[in-house]
DNA sequence: GGTTACCTACCAACTAGTAGGAAGGGTGTC
DNA sequence: GACACCCTTCCTACTAGTTGGTAGGTAACC
């Protein structure tokens, strides 16, 4: 706890890029332990299990996610520069390849062989990003800013969706500008 | 080859849902055993490799949805009817959870820590399914059916997104339903 | 007699996870 | 200040079960 990069945290971002690589049964334990200097075993000792781990690993993500939004929403006024800045940020992350896909994003696709407990952490961020995407167009076509078809919460899935989709086309074709192809229209399209 | 159904048949049809729930690290040759009736061994003759048995999985799946596609283009003439046939094949898919994901799809999300030999075949069929997608779009777009607001190819590939990050919702919240909420407006958006 | 399809028996490597101990720091008591 | 005690962290050593894959044999069929 007294150091500023834990040995425990250490263990859970070397989980999470595993984890963004190729999904829960894509990493070991060995894995971890080749990465972070530690042994197997040590491991256990921080997360008693594998279940505990990830469902850590997606909490610390959630929080994180929500931090990252409160930013937005203190920084960024107007609800088309938040959702660009949303968007821009992932772009980023696929850009420099650092973390190129989305934690529960990744996860949601493997829900049916994933632990309980984590599938609850990854169903919450769904309805959490949802709603503030949802709060964010709500807000926008109040102020006539953006131009919605159907409502709010319907658009919002719809967006969600989409850069989720557009995440997955750059993996497959192994080409970052294809999230930028894709959620540029996007952008456009509600733009009043 | 003489049965109406071989076994290797059978093995790739096992493969397939078991990838369908959880991605290539989430099955085991011991998880196909249990299901058909055949030794662990066996499966090898078959297929070498579980490099091989995925490859040629995908391969029968990209064959299967052409299939599909050429039997759509035959009898169905109306671009916005073969959209909505097609996003309506999922929806039943989904609804009834007999291949609730699009193994293409799947696997795209876990490229980074899949064989070469799958990732080309992978990536062939999002280009396949791009290419009708930009191709139905254009038609309809020529006939005065459908409004496009980029090209048919930009268009193409948000569609795509779109339907892949539906699959994914609906997984996530576990609600089959929300695949239908996601695409029914994002075919009305195109509707003319 | 060769080919195909399947079997038993095996393997080394890896999986998550356990048992038990050593080193270190913090704290309460005398 | 010294000592005992405990808690945290990490270690070595181990385990039972699983992983994809191999070797070699058998039986049926063309």
Redesign the interface.
């Known amino acids: 706890m007294e150091h500023p990069q834990s040995k425990a945290d250490e263990i859970l971002r070397c989980a999470r890029s595993l984890i963004i690589?190729?999904?829960?049964?894509?990493f070991s334990y060995a894995d971890i332990s080749n990465v972070v200097g530690i042994r197997n075993a040590s491991i256990h000792h921080h997360f008693p299990s594998k279940s505990d781990l990830v469902r850590k690993l997606v909490a610390q993500y959630r929080e994180e996610a929500a931090a990252g939004i409160a930013e937005l929403e203190r920084n960024v006024s107007d609800p088309f520069e938040q959702l660009r800045a949303y968007v821009g940020y992932w772009e980023g992350c696929i850009a420099d390849a650092t973390h190129p896909?989305c934690v529960?994003?990744?996860l949601?696709?493997?829900?049916?062989?994933?632990p309980e407990a984590v599938?609850l952490e990854?169903?919450a961020h769904?309805?959490g990003l949802s709603d503030w995407l949802a709060s964010v167009l709500e807000r926008g076509a109040a102020q006539g800013r953006l131009t919605l078809?159907?409502t709010a919460r319907?658009?919002a899935?719809?967006f969600?969706?989409?850069?989720?989709?557009?995440m997955?086309?750059a993996?497959?074709?192994?080409d970052a500008r294809?999230f930028g192809?894709?959620t540029r229209?996007?952008l456009?399209?509600i733009a009043a």
């Open positions: 690589k190729g999904g829960y049964n894509s896909f529960c994003a990744l949601a696709s493997e829900i049916p062989v994933l599938v990854v169903r769904f309805r078809t159907g319907a658009e899935e719809m969600m969706a989409t850069v989720h989709g557009a997955l086309s993996r497959a074709y192994g294809t192809a894709i229209p996007l456009d399209r």
